[in-house]
Nanobody
Framework: QVQLVESGGGLVQPGGSLRLSCAAS????????MGWYRQAPGKQRELVAR???????NYADSVKGRFTISRDNVKNTVSLQMNSLKPEDTAVYYC????????????????WGQGTQVTVSS
């Protein structure tokens, strides 16, 4: 069984910071690219940041210069440091793995966490 479990969401004032973390559990051999998506009420889910297994990142234009994605391939974690938060960053944030490969050879493509709420408000 594989799980992606997010943590670190919450309520923060505009200009503040939060750090989201996502940990993958299971008998994991390898995880390819990972990322963070978000979905605000009434809007489509959108990519926030993505990072390859080799730690090459890319970001949505709306978060460039404010958010930083990182990963640890040994611990099977991915994190998102969010600074200078704005009210428009308010959304449910989802951790995503493009594929998770187990030691058994089983492949889980397109795997999602359950989401964590981020609210930016004064």
């Amino acid at each position: 069984q594989v799980q992606l479990v997010e943590s670190g969401g919450g309520l923060v004032q505009p200009g503040g910071s939060l750090r989201l973390s996502c940990a993958a559990s299971g008998s994991i051999f390898k995880i390819n690219a990972m990322g963070w998506y978000r979905q605000a009420p009434g809007k489509q889910r959108e990519l926030v940041a993505r990072i390859t297994r080799g730690s090459s990142p890319n970001y949505a234009d709306s978060v460039k210069g404010r958010f930083t994605i990182s990963r640890d391939n040994v611990k099977n974690t991915v994190s998102l440091q969010m600074n200078s938060l704005k009210p428009e960053d308010t959304a449910v944030y989802y951790c995503h793995a493009e594929s998770i490969i187990l030691h058994s050879g089983t492949v889980y493509p397109d795997y999602w966490g359950q989401g964590t709420q981020v609210t930016v408000s004064s």
